[in-house]
């Protein structure tokens, strides 16, 4: 593992915030130059202590094991800091995926290696046989459930990639709630190089509060907590997933709630001309590829209904989010307008 750490951020004397000083939680706090008026004026806790020891309890893994980010897009730039010297490392992402992954490496001038997957979005064990033993690569993404394809990634490639591959294997479980794979956080211990980034803005509806998450070994974990800004997550976002993490029902009604009306969605979209084809999805959205995608989605943002078209990554495919009962219904009222 030291080996696919950076030298500078082996050697990085990070910065001691006040709170890092004075751990304990009473006296007079003059060490801070905050404000000692009103409600938010103190630094919130930079390890978000309890936020861990909660995660830690529904997730079975320790809170040593655990960095909270500004959504996981923060998990995926501070990962590029830790293991990745700019101008000089590699990446490889398998195409297409989510975006951010090319974003944050050309923002941390790493090179990307992309592969593609196969034509039902699968991993195919010879694309990366050849990368293996490249040593300037230090990251393979695996996005699974996949965005914008919605499919989950096989599970026999994904260990033979963790097993083979010397570098981190980053899974990205943004989608994994609404999936019926189970999560490869029950086998986080078996491997060394593994970081599984899960995150608040789906399942739990959160993507305003911006929580983010990196479960891994104590190791990569403590990088992680070397490079993070030092109050990365803010009390009130702290306070948001806690209080929402209390009532985990609701969140589970909703997710069966979403995946209800995925099945009625798809059962819908097979009827209406135009459609080609509805790729199967373990997400909360579907892939839809339609005789004119291009079409389709500018027809619809007329009439105010604003999908994602992902044509130029996949042909003639527009990406659906699951709406509500309402908001489904009109969707499929207006398609069938056009078609
Ligand atoms: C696969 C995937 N990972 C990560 C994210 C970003 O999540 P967050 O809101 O936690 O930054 C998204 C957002 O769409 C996503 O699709």
Same mark, same amino acid.
């Given at each position: 593992m030291k080996n696919l750490i950076r030298n500078n951020i082996k050697n990085l004397q990070p910065y001691a915030c006040a709170r890092d000083e004075y751990k304990g939680d009473e006296g007079i706090f003059l060490d801070a130059n905050e404000n000692p008026f009103g409600e938010n004026n103190r630094y919130p806790d930079p390890y978000q202590k309890e936020l861990k020891a909660e995660l830690s309890k529904i997730?079975? +893994?320790?809170?040593?094991q655990i960095f909270i980010g500004n959504g996981s897009d923060e998990v995926i730039d501070l990962l590029y800091r830790i293991f990745c010297n700019p101008g000089k490392d590699k990446v490889i992402v398998f195409t297409p995926t989510y975006g951010m992954y090319e974003v944050s490496a050309g923002i941390n001038d790493v090179e990307v290696i992309k592969i593609p997957l196969t034509e039902d979005f699968q991993i195919e064990k010879v694309s990366y046989d050849a990368y293996?033993?490249?040593?300037?690569?230090?990251v393979m993404f695996i996005c699974s459930p996949n965005n914008p394809t919605g499919n989950s990634i096989d599970n026999d490639e994904i260990e033979d990639i963790l097993k083979r591959f010397k570098g981190i294997v980053f899974i990205d479980e943004a989608y994994i709630d609404f999936s019926t794979k189970e999560s490869w956080l029950k086998r986080l211990n078996e491997f060394p190089n593994l970081i599984i980034s899960q995150t608040f803005s789906k399942a739990w509806g959160?993507?305003? +509060?911006?929580v983010g998450i990196a479960y891994s070994n104590e190791e990569i974990i403590s990088y992680y907590n070397k490079v993070k800004p030092p109050y990365n997550v803010s009390k009130l976002n702290q306070e948001c997933v806690l209080e929402a993490l209390k009532n985990s029902k609701k969140q589970e009604e909703e997710i069966s709630l979403i995946l209800k009306e995925r099945t009625k969605l798809v059962e819908a979209l097979?009827?209406?001309?135009?459609?080609v084809k509805i790729y199967p999805s373990d997400a909360n959205f579907l892939l839809i590829e339609f005789q004119d995608g291009n079409a389709i989605y500018s027809d619809l943002i007329e009439r105010k209904i604003i999908t994602r078209n992902r044509s130029s990554v996949v042909k003639n495919t527009v990406r659906i989010s699951i709406g509500t009962k309402e908001e489904n219904e009109k969707l499929i009222k207006e398609i069938s307008l056009i078609s």
């Open positions: 997730k079975n +893994v320790e809170t040593n293996l033993n490249d040593e300037t690569i230090k959160l993507a305003a +509060v911006r097979k009827g209406i001309n135009g459609v």
